[in-house]
């Protein structure tokens, strides 16, 4: 009789505990709405600027960027280069997106522009072969050129010298490649197997994120080079804060996604919660607005956002 006791009570326990931390794992969006913008098409990448007055996205084929203006409820189109929707980076403090677009015979060669909210575009490299997507260090925006004998090039928005003085970048071969942005010199890092690419940074600078062609996502922390596996997943993004990772799990079937939802994960606890759990919906590219708590993502072709509590 003891023993039965016994028995029921830690099976109760336990059914308490495997609730417990199924419920501890789910963190649903709430509030979700529609973006309704005057584009036609798929939508993906939806990204807000660091007002939160803008949101920039793109088409399927990655071909232009967008603006939305929340205010005024207008749409504009900022650049209508090939690629250039893939890998756009707002700057951390103002409304300036770099990015990376293709151009030429065979869509060979490379341009780094930084488009402004009035539509004008800055192009800031030459026309090249090998030029890396562009990423924002403070108000300094960097690139490299693979086939240069100095690689790594900083252009400056103002006269302060860079803060942070390691990043990495992607090489064509997806190797990692660690800057020291005085010297300018790189050191590839071991891969471990991994194909890299697609780095991200936090706002501080002290972190990036990398895909990997396996599927999987991993964490630097660029002081000491440490390197964590985060979780199977794609296209990620920190937190302005620092303090959260949101990314999607996408499935196909060899040809189509089948299904994709949104997860976050939080680095100090190193958990994973899932955001978003339906089944009929593509939940893609999710993005942090500035306050942290506010996220944007694609959802079957359209731009969407939510809250998480």
């Known amino acids: 009789m003891k023993k039965s006791v016994l028995f029921i009570f830690l099976l109760f326990l336990f059914s308490i505990n495997y609730y417990s931390s199924g419920k501890n794992n789910q963190l649903l969006l709430s509030d979700v709405e529609e973006i309704k913008v005057e584009v036609e098409g798929n939508l993906i990448n939806p990204i807000p600027s660091p007002s939160n007055k803008y949101l920039a996205f793109t088409k399927e084929n990655y071909k232009g960027i967008f603006i939305y203006d929340f205010e005024s409820k207008k749409s504009f189109q900022l650049t209508d280069l090939d690629g250039s929707g893939f890998g756009f980076e707002w700057q951390g403090?103002?409304?300036?997106?770099?990015?990376?677009?293709?151009?030429?015979?065979n869509k060979r060669k490379h341009l780094i522009c930084v488009g402004h909210i009035d539509g004008t575009v800055e192009v800031s490299s030459p026309l090249l072969s090998n030029l890396s997507l562009p990423l924002w260090m403070d108000k300094n925006l960097l690139f490299i050129n693979w086939d240069g004998k100095e690689p790594l090039k900083i252009?400056?928005?103002k006269e302060e010298t860079i803060w942070q003085k390691k990043v990495i970048f992607t090489s064509f071969d997806g190797e990692i490649v660690y800057f020291d942005t005085e010297t300018k010199k790189g050191k590839k890092l071991e891969k471990g197997g991994n194909t890299f690419y697609l780095p991200?940074?936090?706002?501080?600078?002290k972190m990036s994120l990398l895909h990997s062609l396996e599927g999987d996502i991993f964490l630097v922390f660029l002081e000491d080079g440490k390197?964590?596996?985060v979780a199977f997943g794609t296209n990620v993004r920190f937190s302005p804060d620092g303090r959260f990772i949101v990314f999607e799990k996408t499935y196909d079937d060899g040809h189509n996604i089948v299904s994709s939802d949104l997860y976050l994960?939080?680095?100090n606890s190193k958990k994973v919660?899932?955001?978003?759990?339906?089944?009929?919906?593509?939940?893609?590219?999710p993005a942090f607005a500035s306050d942290s708590r506010t996220i944007y993502f694609s959802e079957n072709g359209k731009l969407m956002r939510g809250n998480v509590k």
């Open 227 to 229: 390197i964590e596996k």
């Open 265 to 267: 994960y939080e680095i």
């Open 93 to 105: 403090d103002e409304d300036l997106i770099a990015f990376r677009g293709t151009v030429g015979e």
């Open 273 to 285: 919660y899932k955001i978003t759990d339906t089944q009929d919906k593509i939940e893609r590219m």
């Open 155 to 157: 252009i400056s928005r």
């Open 200 to 205: 991200r940074y936090s706002k501080d600078g």
